[in-house]
């Protein structure tokens, strides 16, 4: 009996080459990059339902120029929406992983993405906190623009793109690195097309949701094509 694992005369960069493939056949075996975007789309498209029958919550109301009334306000309702929303979803993730582990007999690496989910939704959480309880700006003062870049990427949308980043490196995925970042561009520089003009404040926020929905459904889409197309048939 012998240890060796290495035959007689075989060819270590033959070998080294096999491993590679393996590993690399491993990772594809190992992506469901369709189903995180597929449930971050559902919880983007149901936030704009939150916003359109909650209330905003007005504070530190004061008269500015021509008379008019300002006011600071945020949605509580939504807020809440995000993160309960956002932590059920990488649960979802999270069990949907280890099914298709579990059925092509694999292992995954999907409790990074999903702990790093869950800690950048707290830190949505904190930093909104933050804006409410300590407001360090004097009313009625508009925030940077490098603060408002933050703000955005703070918020629960631009965390879901920071989580992507992350398992875009866990899986070395580079279209879903791709994706991740054109889908923060997204968020961090809003495009709505015009769209929501007199719509009122409670379809304020349907458009931008619209469309980071949307990117996110394309690319599940996208991706779940693609695992298709390389099944072996």
Same mark, same amino acid.
């Given at each position: 009996m012998t240890s060796d694992v290495v035959a007689a005369g075989g060819d270590p960069r033959r070998l080294l080459a096999d491993a590679r493939d393996l590993a690399r056949r491993v990772r594809l075996a190992q992506r469901v990059t369709w189903l995180p975007l597929l449930v971050l789309a559902v919880v983007t498209?149901?936030?704009?339902?939150?916003?359109?029958?909650?209330?905003?919550?007005?504070?530190?109301?004061?008269?500015?120029?021509?008379?008019?009334?300002?006011? @600071?306000? !945020?949605? =509580?309702?939504?807020?809440?929406?995000? !993160?309960?929303?956002?932590?059920?979803?990488? $649960?979802?993730?999270a069990g949907g992983y280890l099914r298709v582990a579990r059925a092509r007999g694999l292992g995954t690496r999907v409790r990074p993405y999903v702990l790093t989910g869950v800690a950048l939704v707290v830190l949505s959480a904190a930093a909104t906190a933050v804006l409410i309880y300590l407001d360090p700006l004097p009313f009625p003062d508009e925030p940077s623009a490098a +603060?408002?870049?933050?703000? =955005?990427?703070?918020?629960?949308?631009?965390?879901?793109?920071?989580?992507?980043? $992350?398992?875009?490196?866990?899986? @070395?995925?580079?279209?879903?690195?791709?994706?991740?970042?054109?889908?923060?561009?997204? $968020?961090?520089?809003?495009?709505?097309? *015009?769209?929501?003009?007199?719509?009122?404040?409670?379809?304020?926020?349907?458009?931008?949701?619209?469309?980071?929905?949307? $990117?996110?459904?394309? *690319?599940? +889409?996208?991706?779940?094509?693609?695992? =298709?197309?390389? @099944?072996? @048939?």
């Open positions: 498209f149901g936030a704009i339902l939150v916003y359109r029958f909650s209330q905003p919550v007005l504070s530190d109301c004061q008269t500015v120029q021509d008379g008019q009334v300002a006011c @600071r306000g !945020w949605y =509580r309702a939504a807020q809440f929406y995000w !993160w309960t929303a956002l932590l059920l979803a990488y $649960v979802v993730i +603060a408002q870049l933050l703000l =955005r990427l703070l918020a629960p949308t631009g965390v879901m793109g920071l989580a992507l980043l $992350v398992l875009a490196w866990l899986e @070395r995925h580079p279209a879903l690195l791709l994706f991740a970042l054109g889908y923060l561009a997204v $968020v961090l520089v809003p495009v709505n097309f *015009g769209w929501g003009v007199g719509w009122g404040l409670q379809w304020s926020f349907a458009p931008q949701l619209v469309i980071n929905g949307g $990117v996110l459904l394309l *690319g599940s +889409a996208g991706f779940a094509l693609a695992q =298709r197309l390389r @099944r072996p @048939r």
